[in-house]
């Protein structure tokens, strides 16, 4: 097996299309240099291959001598050897994953250098400063990736060094002052390893790649794949580059550009670069950085060159590009180009404008297929509310949205508080890959420094997360920040706009967010892709639920939740009265008091949804649920005693306490023992129903009995609401009856087993996937995220939290043999799938594949449905290629 191409390699095919294979960064290294032959440094990709056979019995037999082999060929290229005393060549080992994981693994740059060959790099350039500070560079960076050495004792050391020099920035301290520095790193590397810093490249090179391999599981970068849905199993690449430097003088520099404005999708060039500067002092914050229109003051030619690249870039990739670059001694050098990662607005009217673009000229097809659901998340981010506040600082507009919440200054602490239920804002001076997990748990970033390429704009642009970067009056000192004279300690509550760079003490009002005319576009394109395949409804119980989903493009409702119409003030003592009553007329009254209540919250449902249909989910939990907590009422009993009414509830609480409600009695079962209590529901639906047509409405009624584990178990219950509906009608105006179709919920293993037998005596089956994984992983979705979920995912137990995103492989399968056993056995038979997962876009996919009519999710999860509906029926070939 071949694990080493070098860039030039001939593949037969665009290396742009073998991410798999050579990695993202790998394989638009290999386009850049055989393809649009573009000025890129030499070098050669270690395939994912190698790092999978890596993970999997360590270094792979016969990688060495392909290694040596390309770093042959390189340095034949170069015309300069690894280590030379007299000439050296420098490279560079990074990491390229298929899918963009910026800054999650690790980077070695300088690679090369030892104590000799800084020598010659001093007399080969004539500049003893540049090569002492790239040896420095190299061993703080070697020392912090490879062996595992904490980097604070090198910026303390660091930061002596620029105080000895007076020195603004590190450009400013003094050869004589680096060689010293790079005597103090070695002595922190021996004193910590209890080894000299190695001196042989063949080692260097060796323990980089196998540091970048390792890096692939490090803690930060398996949670960025959990936190994007990446498989743990793709291992990254390794690219082995020819080192070109930006620190050479005031005619070097570096930058990272994008072809267009990632943060609001405008046209025209954007980003950021430093004159005499390597590329972590661009991403890393430590340095303010100048916008990249700048670099045509500085470098008129070298400008014009590169837009003329980025114009090229766009042409061939048909999108954004995000691009890394340098300029050495005033030649222009491309290190990186991928597709750019932006903000929903962003996507949103670059998806559109691209259409019409006649360079790009996408297809409606193509421009839905690249909105994600984070984008349309980030469009629908709430804002400042209108109205007066006092601005204690600003930073740069990072990543838009709003954000209100306790100032925390570390990612641990920032996380612990987020677990406890406290809403956060992470604040650090820049973020760096260990902040990840705190990032992830915050509502907001807001750092020091940084521009808006650094670590914290990038990683909060691409997860949606608003940021406030470089807000350089902010002095962080230990547990709080100071602006000024006002102190701001942990704890505190601050507000970030992400949108204007605002940050506000104390808590904003925040509004929803604007949805940009683009958003409009793209789902009405979405929805002619998914016409006649794939229908999205909401999970709405209350007419206001029901308006909102409405607006949101819902079809309908896919499940209407009743119990929820019980909980309000005013009907949970009637709840309380029907459970407590002690005879059947007692128990009458009572369903006749929540009769009443309830036609009212299904005419208001109905109204809104006039014409679309609705499916009435019959009461589904336990009836404990509606009482007090038993351990809360003994605890008042032991002490300050209990009123007469509060007796009799504790009474019922135990009598109704279960040891495992959830497969208890409920759903279908509450049928069977109240039989009372679904006849009033179907009653005060039809009634409503009835009333809804009087008035000249068009109502469509889905009655859902939940939980049925048999044919016989439906059918029972189905006779229940059939002899209702029947009453109901016989009760009416003439001319009000309904038309209504039954169904049920498919919710337990034995129901998908046995759907040719239940879909009987069904009209419509709807997947409750929610208790389906539940039940078929044997998981608590009540207990799991505190304990098991994290441990699980970490260790790759599981690929995915199966409560987020369909467990394909049990409960995936059972989803696809309910509905094919119940179709076989009718073929008319409606499929629908009301859980969680009828929002995610995963999961959609696959309910799509099981041959589903429609999937129901959360009213503000509808865009996102009509988004990934869409993609579903483009991804399986079944849509338009262009619905133009």
Known sequence: MTYVYAFDHEHGQA???????????????????????LPVPPGFTISTEACRAYMHGGWPEGLDDEVATHRKTLESAMGKRLGDPSDPLLVSVRSGAKFSMPGMMDTVLNLGLNDESVEGLAKQTGDDRFAYDSYRRFIQMFAKIVLGVPGEEFEELLEGARKLSSARTDADIGAEVLAMVVRGFKGIVEAHTGAAFPQDPDVQLRAAIEAVFSSWNSPRANAYRSRER??????????????????????????????????????????DFLINAQGEDVVAGTRTTQPLSDLKVHFPEIYDELMGIFDGLERHYRDMLDTEFTVESGKLWMLQTRVGKRTGAAALRMAVEMIDDPAIKLS????????????????????????????????????????????????????????????????????????????????????????????????????????????EQVRISGSSFAVGNVVVSEG?????????GEVVLGAVALSAGHVPDELTTILAWADEIRAGHLAVRANADTGTDATRAR???????????????????????VVREMILAATPEAEAVALEKLRAAQKEDFLEVLEAMDGLPVTVRLLDPPLHEFLPDVEELAVKAATTGLSVDEVELLVAARWWREVNPMLGTRGVRLGVIKPGLYAMQVRALMEAAAERKAAGGTPVVEIMIPLTISR???????????????????AGVPGTAVDVTIGTMIETPRAALLAAEVAEAADFFSFGTNDLTQMALGFSRDDIEGRIMGPYLEQGLLARNPFETIDRAGVGELVHMGASRGRSAKPGLKLGVCGEHGGDPESIELFFDAGLDYVS??????????????????GAGAGSGDTR
């Open 712 to 730: 016989e178990e439906l059918a029972l219950a189905r006779g229940w609401v059939e002899v209702a509906i029947a009453e109901a009608a016989s």
């Open 857 to 874: 999710c959360s009213p503000y999860r509808v865009p996102i449905a009509r988004l990934a509906a869409a993609q579903a029926v483009l």
């Open 230 to 271: 990446l498989s743990h199993d793709l291992g990254t690449a390794v690219n082995v580059q020819a080192m070109v430097f930006g620190n050479r003088g005031d005619d070097s520099g570096t930058g990272v550009g994008f072809t267009r404005d990632p943060s609001t999708g405008a046209k025209g060039a954007y980003g």
């Open 492 to 500: 505190e509550v601050i507000s970030l706009d992400g949108t204007t």
């Open 15 to 37: 290396p742009m299309t073998l991410k798999d294979l050579l990695g993202g960064k790998g394989a638009n290294l290999a386009e850049m240099t055989s393809v649009l032959d």
């Open 551 to 573: 607006a949101f493009g819902a079809e309908g409702i896919g499940l209407c939740r009743t119990e929820h119409m019980f909980l309000g003030d005013d009907r949970l003592p």
């Open 364 to 471: 409606k097809a193509e421009a839905v297929s690249r909105i994600t659901a984070d984008h349309l998340d980030s469009v629908l981010h709430p804002q400042f509310a209108p109205g007066p506040r006092t601005v204690l600082t600003k930073g740069l507009a990072a990543s838009p949205g709003a954000a209100v919440g306790k100032a925390y200054f570390t990612a641990d602490d920032a996380a612990a508080a987020a677990a406890r239920g406290e809403q956060v804002v992470l604040v650090r001076n820049e973020t760096s890959p260990e902040d990840i997990h705190g990032m992830a748990a915050a509502e907001g970033i807001l750092t020091a420094r940084g521009g808006l390429v650094s670590h914290a704009a990038v990683v909060a642009r691409g997860w949606g997360k608003p940021a406030v970067c470089g807000a």
